[in-house]
């Protein structure tokens, strides 16, 4: 069919499930598959911490590096946090398993609804970022943000439904494009200043009006603030622990060097950015009002294209970076589309999420969990219309929430691992005395005991060390990403984030409910420890029939194969004529299956057969009434829109009723040319 064919060409060819293990990730394509947001984040968060301070006009700037350097040992610290989680949990699930199996299932549901609602804004922020960019370069499509912005989101839709590993290849490009252009960026820098030639950005002349004071508290405020924006750094982080199970064999160990890979990009590109920003006099504000002396009607580019631009100039490689800072800044969607859908899955699993969220698609992906968060995302989209400095205020908020929880349980989780290790070291140590006490009072017995009781020891007491130094890490994740959630939550409150803090809790509820219904169901559905399985005392048959033709003949023979206790055809009288039609050919064809009509004066279908089916209910409650209906199966789309409207609506009804099954005889429609003989007469064997 048309439909398969369009499938086909953008989806790709089915795969069996049995080449699951073909679609596994090596760590450098791990990199721009997992981590493509969190060092997209670099081309921005500088960006965010300078719109913060620059409320203050320019007389805070000057603490930017050091507000860059504490958000760079946070992202340092919730790395070494995560690499001790990939490694805890090699089955994947990130945030949402570690607090549920350490913390209780309401943990672990609160970062899930976190963590899912972070994932639908980063698509939106990431691309919202990414369009921005681009206008940057060609100014002339900024009335076009949002269809451009929503194009990109149904591109990256389509990618990743063709598969993890193709669509990852495609995204290499962009994320390693990006990450050399940063460092050509750099050495070019550092040989103009060498040489002592200045980098001015576009931006350097213009001053910033001041909105708020810069002493006392009110800095501080503004401090907090504009580390809360550079945290934007560290979105993504987790998506690496969510898909654990993607990566090449050893799996642990990959995923925790390219979290460390990750780390070390991401710090130094982001440090350097925001030198270069500093060096280059890069003025950003939130609004266009706030420039002293900007023209009308003037453009502002992106902290990160005012850089390039001074380094470089208007040559090949700000092109270079222009054209691929949007692209990465585009696909660090793809971090989403990789940890929402396997995130989804896992809830499905366990119930929380609709089933049809865990099962994977033609290319061995969870396609159902990626259109979700297209559709999600594109509607964020459009209600902020794709402006990245109204979403980034509701961003990092979840990821926060899911950091801080994730360390907690892992404390926990190692304090486990700590008390089991204590328990097997003391009976180690005990059957060790047990050996050397049974020597024959020999001092080569009693050197064998020692010796095994002392290596026993000195085995655990290196694990031990090892368990304390990871649960160590965890504490120190959990109080710093736990201080960072307080400043973002309270810095970005009333600036729309929220809209977040109310959103978590909905979708946790939501959750909680569809958990509900699958544990009702579950215990409605489950069949006792002694089953019979008896027959219904009656099964009155009805077919429907709207006139005499093939269809109906094999329905009646169908129906008569049930051996119903009753078998009768009913008609709906819509019309007297047409009624008194179908009387007359039902005699005319001797049909021994007795023909009800049911009168309806106001031309209704569904409801006269309704009462029908009810009134043989109530007359046997324990009966059982089986309607068959005959339906055409038409070979073209369109064709649907001409044939069976009145039989769905009718099953429709139908399916609600207790004690009522609904059988669909089809009838294959194979229409014959217009010049072809007309068939024959009507057989009853249909």
Avoid at 185 to 208: C, K, S, V
Avoid at 280 to 295: I, K, Q, T, W
Avoid at 342 to 365: E, F, H, K
Avoid at 561 to 570: F, I, M, R, S
Wanted: proline content about 5%; charged content about 15%; hydrophobic content about 50%.
């Amino acid at each position: 069919m048309a439909t398969d064919l369009v499938r086909r060409l953008l989806v790709g060819r089915p795969m069996r499930s049995e080449r699951l293990a073909e679609t596994e990730l090596p760590k450098w394509l791990a990199l721009p598959v997992f981590c493509s947001d969190p060092l997209s984040s670099v081309a921005y968060a500088t960006e965010s911490i300078l719109v913060a301070l620059a409320v203050g006009g320019l007389a805070l700037y000057h603490v930017a590096p050091y507000i860059a350097a504490a958000v760079a040992l946070t992202l340092l610290i919730v790395v070494a946090s995560y690499r001790q989680t990939v490694h805890a949990y090699p089955n994947g699930g990130g945030a949402y398993v570690v607090a549920s199996e350490n913390l209780g299932a309401t943990a672990g549901l609160a970062a899930a609804s976190a963590l899912l609602v972070d994932y639908v804004l980063t698509v939106a922020v990431s691309v919202a970022a990414g369009v921005g960019n681009i206008i940057s370069a060609a100014p002339s499509l900024a009335g076009h943000a949002l269809p451009i912005s929503l194009g990109f989101v149904a591109l990256l839709m389509l990618m990743n439904l063709r598969g993890m590993r193709e669509s990852g290849r495609i995204f290499a490009i962009p994320t390693y494009g990006f990450v050399v252009g940063i460092y050509l960026m750099f050495a070019w820098a550092l040989y103009r200043g060498i040489a002592g030639e200045p980098m001015r950005a576009e931006t350097a002349d213009y001053q910033l009006r001041a909105t708020s004071s810069t002493t006392g508290l009110l800095a501080v405020v503004l401090i907090l603030r504009a580390f809360a924006n550079g945290c934007t750094a560290l979105t993504g982080v987790e998506a690496i622990s969510n898909g654990v199970p993607a990566f090449r064999r050893p799996k642990s160990r990959n995923a925790a060097a390219t979290l460390a890979g990750m780390a070390l990009l991401a710090v130094s590109m982001f440090v350097g950015i925001t030198i270069l920003g500093l060096v280059s006099h890069v003025h950003m504000a939130e609004n266009r009002a706030d420039y002293l002396g900007l023209p009308a009607g003037a453009a502002v580019p992106t902290a990160i294209s005012q850089i390039s631009a001074a380094v470089f100039g208007r040559t090949f490689l700000f092109y270079w970076n222009t054209v691929f800072t949007a692209g990465i800044l585009v696909l660090a969607a793809n971090t989403a589309f990789n940890g929402f859908p396997a995130l989804a899955s896992i809830l499905a699993r366990d119930r929380y999420l609709p089933r049809q969220l865990y099962n994977r698609g033609d290319r061995l992906v969870f396609s159902n969990g990626i259109v979700l968060l297209a559709a999600a995302a594109g509607l964020l989209l459009a209600v902020f219309d794709a402006n990245t400095q109204s979403l980034i205020h509701l961003y990092i908020i979840g990821v926060f929430v899911s950091f801080t929880l994730s360390q907690a349980g892992m404390v926990r989780h190692w304090q486990r691992e700590l008390a089991q290790n204590g328990d097997r070291a003391g009976a180690g140590a005990g059957a060790g005395a047990g050996v050397a006490g049974a020597g024959d009072g020999g001092l080569a017995g009693a050197g064998a005991g020692a010796g095994a009781g002392a290596g026993g020891e000195a085995v655990d007491a290196a694990g031990r060390r090892r368990l304390r130094r990871a649960q160590a890490i965890n504490a120190v994740g959990v109080g710093v990403t736990a201080l960072v959630l307080v400043i973002v939550l309270l810095s970005k409150f009333l600036e729309g984030a929220w809209i977040v803090v109310v959103a978590m809790p909905v979708l946790f509820g939501l959750m909680r409910g569809i958990r509900g219904h699958y544990d009702r169901l579950a215990a409605s559905l489950r069949v006792p420890d002694q089953v019979r399985l008896t027959r219904p005392s009656r099964n009155h048959v009805i077919v429907l029939v709207s006139r005499l033709h093939l269809p109906t003949v094999r329905a009646l023979s169908y129906a008569r194969a049930l051996n119903p206790t009753d078998l009768e055809a009913v008609t709906v009288a819509v019309s007297r004529e047409e009624a008194q039609a179908l009387c007359d050919e039902w005699e005319r064809h001797v049909l021994d299956v007795p023909l009800r009509i049911l009168d309806s004066p106001f031309r209704e279908i569904t409801r006269p057969v309704l009462d029908h089916v009810r009134s043989l209910r109530r007359a046997g409650p324990r009966d059982v009434v089986t309607v068959v209906i005959p339906e055409y199966v038409v070979n073209r789309w369109w064709q649907q829109i001409l044939h069976n409207q009145s039989a769905l609506r009718i099953k429709a009804r139908l399916l609600f009723q207790p004690g009522v099954v609904v059988i669909s005889v089809p009838w294959r429609i194979d229409l014959p040319p217009p010049d072809a003989p007309r068939a024959g007469s009507l057989r009853a064997g249909g």
